[in-house]
């Protein structure tokens, strides 16, 4: 299996641009997470999917961020307007759907956001 | 439980020595656990895992302990090697599927 798949894996823009990254999940999972990682506050769960369709947003910083899945294999996680404090690694994880296995999440090897 | 994470807690330890990391979860209802390691620059990978119906489980070379009284977990590494250096995380779940992470722990093996 090739694991979560993410692009780009580096990014660097300048503050007010648009952000827009990609994952790709593990096929066959049903759950899709994006979190993000600082110094400052670790690892936080912005949102997640399950089927595609988002369960829970409560984690999404502010109206600037947004995030699709158009279909099971494929989500975007969009910042519009990017600011330098949203410098930060962007993961995707996916879990699957059976609980008997447990919640595990597997990680991408996340984007690394710069705003600069 | 949200988690900060500005100075992350270092433990250093010797080749071959048992390292055990430590984790407070917060939330009394969370009946899973599970123990992610974290290499630079990539991202969390699942090491172990238990549910609140037990107090103790083993992998390979680690051992998971789970006090539900005090709502402590424990991470313990037998015979560490320097490829067990990294950032170990703790996290907790409620049910569902929304996962919690802890701040972190940094390993350190001394060869």
């Known amino acids: 299996d090739a694991g979560v798949i993410q692009s780009p894996r580096h990014e660097v823009t300048e503050m007010g641009q648009e952000v827009t990254l990609r994952c790709k999940p593990i096929s066959g999972h049903d759950y899709l997470f994006w979190y993000r990682q600082t110094m400052m506050r670790g690892l936080e769960l912005l949102i997640y999917?399950?089927?595609?369709?988002?369960?829970?947003d409560s984690g999404m910083p502010e109206d600037r961020f947004s995030a699709k899945m158009p279909n099971a294999s494929f989500s975007t996680l969009k910042i519009q307007p990017s600011e330098p404090r949203d410098s930060a690694v962007y993961f995707c994880a996916s879990s699957p759907k059976h609980r008997a296995s447990g919640n595990t999440i597997y990680f991408g090897e996340g984007s690394w956001l710069t705003v600069v | 439980g949200e988690s900060v994470g500005l100075h992350l807690p270092t433990l250093s330890v010797q080749e071959g020595d048992n390292s055990i990391i430590n984790c407070a979860y917060s939330n009394s209802a969370s009946d899973y656990f599970i123990w992610y390691k974290q290499e630079s620059g990539k991202g969390p990978q699942f090491i172990i895992d238990?549910?609140?119906?037990?107090d103790k489980r083993q992998g390979q070379r680690v051992t998971v302990l789970l006090n539900k009284t005090v709502k402590h977990l424990s991470l313990q590494i037998a015979a560490t090697q320097p490829g067990d250096s990294a950032v170990y995380f703790c996290?907790?779940?409620?049910?569902?599927?929304?996962?919690?992470f802890g701040a972190g722990t940094r390993l350190f093996v001394k060869a």
């Open positions: 238990i549910r609140s119906n037990m």
């Open positions: 999917f399950n089927n595609n369709v988002p369960i829970d």
């Open positions: 996290a907790e779940n409620t049910g569902g599927f929304k996962t919690i």
